[in-house]
Each structure stands twice: as C-alpha cells, then as structure tokens.
T-cell receptor
Framework: GENVEQHPSTLSVQEGDSAVIKCTYSDSASNYFPWYKQELGKRPQLIIDIRSNVGEKKDQRIAVTLNKTAKHFSLHITETQPEDSAVYFCAAIAEGSQGNLIFGKGTKLSVKP | DSGVTQTPKHLITATGQRVTLRCSPRSGDLSVYWYQQSLDQGLQFLIQYYNGEERAKGNILERFSAQQFPDLHSELNLSSLELGDSALYFC??????????????FGNGTRLTVT
C-alpha cells in the first residue's frame, strides 16, 4: 500500500523567512496530494492540494510543487507569520484505492517573531 | 466550521470499558472516515464508510468497530479499552466514495482519555 514520508519533523524559522516541507510517496499511481494544517488542539484543515496533472499550484503565500518522476511533493510557505505556526501534514491517495488518505507523520512549524 | 459534527468533545473512562463516538457528516457527504491521532503521532486511518457500506479498512483493532446508519451518521465503538487507546479520534467526510474529487473535511474530534 501507499507509504508517505515527511521531513523535517520539526522546523523553526524567523518571521518573514520561507519554510519548505517535503514528502515522498511510494505508489507511482498516486494522483492527489493534499496538505493539511492543524493548529494546537484543533482539527486538520485543508490548505492546498495538487493533482498529478500539474507540477505547481499557488495560493497567496502557499505553494505546492510535485515531481512525479521522483515521487515527491513539497509545501512552500513564503513570508512566514506567527499564525503559520502549526503542524502540517501531507497526504497521498492512490488511483484505484478506496479513496482514503494516507498521511505523513507531520511537521511542527514554529515561526518566531 | 467544517460542517462535520462529532460528539462528545471529551470522554474519560476506565480501562476495560466500552464507549461510542458519534459523527454526523457534512450535508450531502456520503463518505465518513475515522482517524486516530495519538500524542505526537500523525493521523492513522481506521475505517471508511460510504452510503452505509464499509469501503476501506486501515489499522483498526478488532476491539474497535464502526457503522454508518441510513441517515449517514456514523458511530465508532471502542471496547475493552486500554490506556493506549487514549487519543484524539477524528471523523471526516467527503462527498463521493473517495477524496480525489471531493476534499476531506474533518470534525473537531473526540478526545478520549482512558484511566
């Protein structure tokens, strides 16, 4: 089955700097890659997703890139702000699967003012 | 607000007991998913139901069971509880059978503490 690895597990940046979180997946048939943000004590919330027919997608300060050949995708946050501090999870789903998401173990991002 | 409702918010019980967690999906969503999140752990997929039928099974223990009712709400039953079952249990829903065409939306979770 699908396996998703996420790095780093923790990331600390200064406010205004960029943050990059990387994930790799094992199933070459995977075609949908969402990213979720979970603030302390709250539910995971979808922040951006990408499908395998595109290589990059942007939404204001957030972007996701996908390299299908290497089977990895990354989340990029520019001009980080303290409210970006949270745990970020990547996920993948395989074509033909039942549709459930397999999540990475998460990255705890801390943005220092 | 995601539209996914989970009750109760908190549950404290003793080892060996049985509890039921309840989830109402967003209006129009036919799939319900259950995830377990232990301290400092990621989201572990337990089980998925679509329109009343089991669709996928993950790392769900035999002591755990779930069902989805005709009104589409779902219940997760946890029995013979152990200390290690203490976790945050999330329910999520999506429109279709999977999430490729309809994103997953999470409820606020039920925090289970087994003492």
């Amino acid at each position: 089955g699908e396996n998703v690895e996420q790095h780093p597990s923790t990331l600390s940046v200064q406010e205004g700097d960029s943050a990059v979180i990387k994930c790799t997946y094992s199933d070459s048939a995977s075609n949908y890659f969402p990213w979720y943000k979970q603030e302390l004590g709250k539910r995971p919330q979808l922040i951006i997703d990408i499908r395998s027919n595109v290589g990059e997608k942007k939404d204001q300060r957030i972007a996701v890139t996908l390299n299908k050949t290497a089977k990895h995708f990354s989340l990029h946050i520019t001009e980080t702000q303290p409210e970006d501090s949270a745990v970020y999870f990547c996920a993948a789903i395989a074509e033909g699967s039942q549709g459930n998401l397999i999540f990475g173990k998460g990255t705890k991002l801390s943005v220092k003012p | 607000d995601s539209g996914v409702t989970q009750t109760p918010k908190h549950l404290i019980t003793a080892t060996g007991q049985r509890v039921t967690l309840r989830c109402s999906p967003r209006s129009g969503d036919l799939s319900v998913y259950w995830y377990q999140q232990s301290l400092d752990q990621g989201l572990q997929f337990l089980i998925q139901y679509y329109n009343g039928e089991e669709r996928a099974k993950g790392n769900i223990l035999e002591r755990f069971s779930a069902q989805q009712f005709p009104d589409l709400h779902s219940e997760l039953n946890l029995s013979s509880l152990e200390l290690g079952d203490s976790a945050l249990y999330f329910c999520a829903s999506s429109t279709g059978q999977g999430v490729r065409n309809s994103p997953l939306h999470f409820g606020n979770g039920t925090r289970l503490t087994v003492t």
